[in-house]
């Protein structure tokens, strides 16, 4: 039991998904995960909308990546109590104290997201792509660049302090925050790489929380999600990270209710539409409001977030600048939600069916030109966009034996480690899942279109074709 001497120098914060969240906070002489949540860096986080396109189809889906990163700090605190133990008989003295590996985790959970732009992904997609960068080299920069000081005060975790001589490194925050590059500058420890496999692997801190908060926020039911059954059978050995047979029907919970995230919010028919629209205008926009590359002039990278661009381009209405004002009229359709196009036709396709002939990894140009090969002749030159929406489940290859960060099954049984259990599991989760949809601006034209489509996408395969969207 804690004694009042156990609490202090810790708080509180109330949450909807975990009830409270505990934080090191106000130890005199020490800095504490408070004052890194209270930087200009992580509070900007709270004007950046977690669903980029989603919270306006979904109204109560308000949340932000600052909350997210909050849930993800804590559910990498509460890991690690779980996985210390294991890790610790792998690399006994190698591994740094518990309250070291505790923090790490919880750091790298809070600044994962750090390096985020306005509309999150779509900024990365749309955007950040012609630095060649992304929100997570982003993030490794801010890291290490701007917050490092304070990380390096840091002498505790929640449960107690570091030890002695132990200074947070971090390099080792940026470090598993990213996908690491095949030639990396700095060796890492091998202790490091496993940890990593918590931030990349087939279910991890991150989509833990965003599948819990996204599905309570935007109201839809995803059914149960175990994670806690999930925590208490994930552990390692010498090869990497393990899950016992117990906690395999949790994965598949937690899969699917990710995979119905996916189809019924992320690629909603209508935040797909939205996305749609913004694409004819963002690049454009951030053209204005971010000319500069954001590893170059990361001071003016701070301000840039959802709430800033919103009041900026409500402002070009009123421009004296002809570009400006046509890319205000057109943010203030979508900001008022006058949607430019309509769903006329949507099929559901995984890899079997790919694997059958259908096309569902072609580019939806491709797509587009196939249907206007089956659209009557009077109806060649219609406006429509064709949309394929990829999700993969599973975001890591399973079958891989060499690459690091793939999930073994420990059988406690048998007390064999092994993969099969895991193959057994996928048969009945969708390897990849495409959401083919086509736009139009009006329906009046919807059987044309949803009939040609029909034709186009079977039109290589053995499937036979049938209406999904009446």
Not at 218 to 229: A, F, H, K, L, Q
Not at 257 to 269: C, G, P, Q, T
Not at 284 to 293: A, G, K, R, S, W
Not at 395 to 405: A, D
């Amino acid at each position: 039991m804690k004694g009042a001497e156990d609490i202090q120098g810790t708080g509180l914060i109330a949450d909807p998904i975990y009830h409270y969240i505990v934080m090191t906070d106000r130890i005199e002489g020490e800095k504490t995960e408070r004052d890194v949540i209270d930087t200009s860096w992580v509070q900007r986080l709270r004007r950046i909308f977690q669903l980029q396109s989603a919270r306006w189809v979904f109204p109560t889906a308000e949340h932000t990546r600052f909350q997210h990163s909050l849930g993800t700090m804590h559910v990498a605190g509460t890991f690690s109590e779980q996985l210390y133990p294991s890790l610790f008989k792998i690399f006994k003295n190698e591994l740094p104290s518990f309250s070291y590996l505790e923090e790490l985790l919880r750091l790298a959970g809070l600044l994962h997201d750090i390096g985020h732009g306005p509309f999150c992904h779509f900024f990365d997609e749309q955007y950040l792509s012609r630095f060649n960068t992304n929100h997570e080299e982003i993030g490794q920069h801010i890291i290490q660049e701007k917050i490092s000081p304070l990380l390096k005060g840091i002498r505790r975790s929640p449960h107690g302090p570091i030890k002695k001589g132990e200074v947070i490194d971090p390099q080792q925050v940026a470090f598993l925050i990213k996908r690491p590059r095949k030639k990396e500058g700095r060796k890492h420890p091998r202790w490091l790489n496993f940890l990593q496999q918590l931030f990349r692997g087939i279910f991890t801190f991150d989509n833990i929380d965003y599948v819990l908060r996204d599905a309570y926020m935007t109201g839809v039911s995803i059914g149960p999600v175990d994670w806690r059954r999930l925590l208490h059978y994930t552990s390692f050995c010498k090869e990497g990270l393990i899950l016992d047979k117990r906690g395999v029907d949790a994965l598949a919970m937690f899969l699917n209710a990710r995979l119905y995230l996916y189809s019924n919010v992320y690629y909603h028919r209508t935040t797909r539409s939205i996305d749609l629209q913004l694409q004819e205008i963002f690049k454009e926009t951030m053209e204005i409001l971010c000319p500069f590359h954001p590893l170059e002039e990361i001071d003016q990278y701070l301000p840039l977030t959802d709430w800033f661009v919103m009041e900026k381009v409500l402002e070009w209405e009123r421009s004296s600048s002809p570009r400006e004002r046509q890319l205000g009229e057109k943010w203030a359709e979508v900001l008022s939600r006058k949607l430019k196009w309509s769903s006329a036709f949507e099929e559901k396709l995984t890899l079997r069916e790919m694997e059958m002939g259908r096309p569902i990894f072609l580019k939806p140009e491709e797509v587009k030109q196939r249907i206007k090969t089956f659209l009557p002749k009077h109806l060649k030159e219609l406006e429509f966009h064709v949309d394929m929406a990829h999700h993969d489940p599973r975001p890591l290859n399973p079958w891989h034996e060499s690459e690091e960060g793939t999930l073994l099954i420990f059988d406690p049984g048998s007390k064999r480690i092994s993969r099969e259990p895991l193959r057994r599991l996928f048969q009945y989760i969708p390897a990849k899942v495409a959401i083919c949809r086509v736009y139009a601006p009006t329906h009046r034209f919807d059987q044309e279109l949803g009939r040609a489509a029909r034709h186009a996408i079977a039109s290589e395969g053995s499937l036979e074709s049938f209406v999904t969207n009446v």
